[in-house]
């Protein structure tokens, strides 16, 4: 089944400075990678995804890049914000034992922006 | 503006026993999963459904069973809850496919339910 790591767990940054989580995954069938960002004691929600056919997508300060050949992606977030601090999950959709897609996660990153 | 609930916040059971969690979702979503989280190892799927009376088992499903008998509802049971079963388990749903001119297979999750077993 898919594997997926992800790097580092704790992140911290000054305000206003770049930060990069990366992960990698196993499964070359996965086709879909997406990010959530879980604020303290919220659900997860999603904030950037990418398809396998694309290679980078950006929106405002974030962006995600995708290296299908050495099975890594990458979220970026530019001119960080006290408000980012949160934990970061990356995820890859790969098969099941029977056939369907599902995502796997991988361990988060608390990413936490100081003023 | 909420979209998938989940039956309780809070939850404290004994062990042995048996354990009922719901979720329901108004969004017409065909998938529904459950998740649990707990500290540095992420969200781990425990099983999914694709549709109505179907499920699929996640990486994690040793101790847990499923019911899906209607389509916005979804149901995780804990058989004979032990102490190990202790988390927060997270409730998720998502369409099958993506909609036209979109790429997306965003999943929307519940608020979660923190299970304590003592």
């Known amino acids: 089944g898919e594997n997926v790591e992800q790097h580092p767990s704790t992140l911290s940054v000054q305000e206003g400075d770049s930060a990069v989580i990366k992960c990698t995954y196993s499964?070359?069938?996965?086709?879909?990678f997406p990010w959530y960002k879980q604020e303290l004691g919220k659900r997860p929600q999603l904030i950037i995804d990418?398809?396998?056919?694309?290679g980078e997508k950006k929106d405002q300060r974030i962006a995600v890049t995708l290296n299908k050949t050495a099975k890594h992606f990458s979220l970026h977030i530019t001119e960080t914000q006290p408000e980012d601090s949160a934990v970061y999950f990356c995820a890859a959709r790969g098969y099941r034992d029977m056939g369907r897609r599902a995502l796997t996660f991988g361990s988060g990153t608390r990413l936490q922006v100081q003023p | 503006d909420v979209k998938v609930t989940q039956s309780s916040r809070y939850l404290v059971k004994r062990t042995g026993e048996k354990v009922f969690l719901e979720c329901v979702q108004d969004?017409?979503?065909?998938?529904m999963f459950w998740y649990r989280q707990d500290p540095g190892l992420g969200l781990r799927l425990i099983y999914f459904s694709y549709d109505v009376k179907m499920k699929e088992k996640g990486d994690i499903p040793e101790g847990y069973s499923v019911s899906r008998e209607k389509k916005e509802r979804f149901s995780l049971i804990l058989e004979s809850a032990s102490t190990n079963q202790t988390s927060m388990y997270l409730c998720?749903?998502?369409?099958?496919?993506?909609?036209?001119?979109?790429?997306?297979?965003?999943?929307?999750f519940g608020p979660g339910t923190r299970l304590t077993v003592t």
């Open positions: 998720a749903s998502s369409l099958l496919s993506p909609r036209s001119g979109s790429n997306t297979y965003e999943q929307y």
């Open positions: 499964d070359s069938a996965s086709n879909y």
């Open positions: 969004m017409d979503h065909e998938n």
């Open positions: 990418i398809r396998s056919n694309v």
